[in-house]
C-alpha cells in the first residue's frame, strides 16, 4: 500500500502536467485514500509499541488526509495544510520505529527528523531559506521506511515478541 501511496503520489505531483487539473486532483484524491488505508495498516503495525501514541498517530494522520480530501474540493480553510497534521505524524511514527524492536532505529530518526521538517517548514521564512532540504529529508525518509517495507518487511518474530510484551494481563 506505501509503495501504491508514492506511486500514485508521484505521478499526480510530477508526471501530469498543471494544465490537466482535474487528473491531477483525481490522483490527489486517490492518494489520500491510499494513505489512509497505510495509516490504518501503521496503526496496527505499531499498536504493540504503544497502543496509545499509534492511536494518536492514526488521528492525526486521517485528520491531515481529510483536511487534504477537503482541499481538493476546496472546501478547507485555506490557512489550514496537511503538513499541520503530517509534521507531527511523521514525528510519532518516528518515535514509535525509534522505540520498536522490529525495524532498524535509523528509519525512526529520520521520520523524526522530517517530521519537525515539515513542521518547520510552515513558517515563511524557513520556507524561504531550507526548503528544498526539508523536502529532500522528508523524501528521503518515507522512501527509506517505504523500500525496507517492500524489501525487507518487518521482523515477525520481534514484531510478536513485543506484542505480547504489551498485551495486558
Known amino acids: 500500500m506505501y509503495l501504491l501511496y508514492f506511486l500514485v503520489a508521484v505521478l499526480g505531483e ?6 490537466l487539473a482535474v ?8 492518494a489520500f485514500a491510499i494513505y489512509i488505508a497505510v495509516t490504518l495498516l501503521f496503526y496496527g503495525l505499531f499498536r504493540p509499541v504503544n497502543r496509545n501514541l499509534s492511536l494518536l498517530a492514526a488521528i492525526i494522520s486521517l485528520l491531515g488526509s481529510i483536511v487534504g480530501i477537503l482541499g481538493v474540493f476546496h472546501l478547507a480553510p485555506s490557512r489550514l ?13 518516528g518515535w514509535l520505529i525509534l522505540r520498536s524492536t ?6 525512526g530518526a529520520l521520520l523524526v527528523l522530517a ?10 521564512v524557513v520556507v524561504d531559506a531550507l526548503s ?7 523524501i528521503l525518509a518515507e522512501t527509506s521506511l517505504m523500500l525496507w517495507l517492500v524489501v525487507m518487511g ?5 514484531w510478536q515478541e513485543q ?7
Open 102 to 107: 522490529f525495524l532498524p532505529r535509523i528509519l
Open 154 to 158: 518487518v521482523s515477525e518474530r520481534r
Open 132 to 138: 528544498n532540504w526539508i523536502k529532500g529529508l522528508g
Open 14 to 19: 510530477l508526471l501530469v502536467p498543471r494544465r
Open 23 to 30: 487528473v491531477r486532483e483525481t490522483a490527489n484524491l486517490a
Open 81 to 93: 495544510s496537511p503538513l499541520w497534521f503530517f509534521g507531527p505524524y511523521c514525528l510519532l511514527i
Open 163 to 169: 506484542a505480547v510484551k504489551r498485551e495486558p494481563q
Open 115 to 124: 517530521g519537525m521538517g515539515w513542521i518547520a517548514y510552515l513558517s515563511p
